[in-house]
């Protein structure tokens, strides 16, 4: 099938990526010219595993292309995706500004019908929006009658792991309304999505509004599920308990389930948090008020601040002169993304109290130098180190402070951070090993929730 996909970042790309991958021609466009020229001499601007090999085979075989035409876009596609981002707006709800400049430009330059699919994750309402814009083109070109369908085909994928999700997806929605173009709609999708679907019936098929409605109830709920686990496992610190073997306990009920139940540094990334807030927002547009959503924010707002207190309680709260080893600062492992990073919290407090850190990351450390950029004042960015390898991040440094959990650093070499660190402490912001087994080795191990087994 011939596929335009409208915003070329984690989602279009992948999507455009993925669906070249099974035979359809893909046109990706994008209004920033320098991705589309990195993409087109081969480059990519995002690190996400396996991804590299799955453009490059495509665009060899002339099934990817990349562009920032408008009007060649729109002329490609019957299906007309659009991925573009939906950032908070200052009052937390999602800007439609470039949701809805992408439909404008499909009514600006179509000439039949198109199936326009909104795979970004906008509120519910947005597709009425969309085709409203759209119309709106179409009459000021006298094409009012040229038909169209919006449908919300919301995206599920984690980042880290895109690939793998898209194309083993543990389910699709798909929500479209019942008229004529509605319907047609549907079979276009049907046909699109029959090679995901071959053995198991793993499409849900709905109304738009509960579509669109489902993306934001899903990341909600996996939010939700976070910071229960987050301020549980503060209180087990209190009590004396394990949160590691409380998630086991209860991760055996099958109503409960093990998945989502880590507790750590507070969720980060481009989506929960916005996506958590922009649900509050709509709810407040309807005089309700989701009280459990907003408990679940703050409590995220205090774990991102949970490593901090832990150094503090641990070295005081003044801490000029210190050094802090910090390993791991993308939101989560596997990729180079800093959005919303607890890591950005951690180093924002340390340098405040007036610590230095030496930091290391797999593949975030250019884009955390832009970020950290943002966040701390140059005198404050001079004041961070970064390190190639974990190892040198230590030498001299106070304690280790892991952020995030790269496979990396699960199994390090305890003698060499002993070694190289003033004192033999680990502050583990994601609970990567056990703490018996770093007593053992005279390491002072403080993880998340498990101060029973330190006696911390
Ligand atoms: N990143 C993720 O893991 C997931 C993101 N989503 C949702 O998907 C949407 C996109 O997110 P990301 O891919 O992360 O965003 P992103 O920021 O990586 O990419 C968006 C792209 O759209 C481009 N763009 C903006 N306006 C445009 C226009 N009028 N025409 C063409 N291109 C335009 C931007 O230049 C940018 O390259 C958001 O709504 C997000 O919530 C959903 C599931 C997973
Ligand atoms: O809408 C989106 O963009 C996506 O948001 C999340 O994906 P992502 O943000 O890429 O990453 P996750 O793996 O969900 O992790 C989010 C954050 O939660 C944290 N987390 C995750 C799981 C856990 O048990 N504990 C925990 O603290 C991670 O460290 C990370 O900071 C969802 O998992 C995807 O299904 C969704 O498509």
Redesign the pocket.
Known sequence: MKITI???????LVTGACLAELGNDVFC????QR?IDLLNNGGIP?HEPGLEEVVARNRAAGRLQFSTD?AASVAHGQLQFI????PPDEDGSADLQ?VL??AR?IGRHMDGYKVIVD????PVGTADRVAAALREELRHRGEESMEFAVVSN??????GA?VEDFMRPDRIVIGHDDSPAGQRARDVMKLLYAPFNRNHERVYWMDVRSAEFT?YAANAMLATRISFMNELANLADQVGADIEAVRHGIGSDPRIGHSFLYAGAGYG???FP??VQALERTARQYDQELLILRAVEAVNDRQKQVLGRKVVQRFGEDLTGMTFAVWGLAFKPNTDDMREAPSRVLLKELIERGASVAVHDPVAMEEAQRVLALDLSDAQLARVAFRKTPMEALDGAEALVIVTEWKAFRSPDFEQIKARLKHPVIIDGRNLFEPPLMTGLGIEYHGIGRSVLTGK
């Open positions: 409208i915003g070329t970042g984690y989602v279009g466009l994008d209004v920033d991705k995002i408008v991925a573009v981002g939906t470039y400049a992408a430009n795979k970004s994750t906008v919301p995206e599920f994928l984690k980042e895109a993306k990334g481009s989506c916005k996506d």
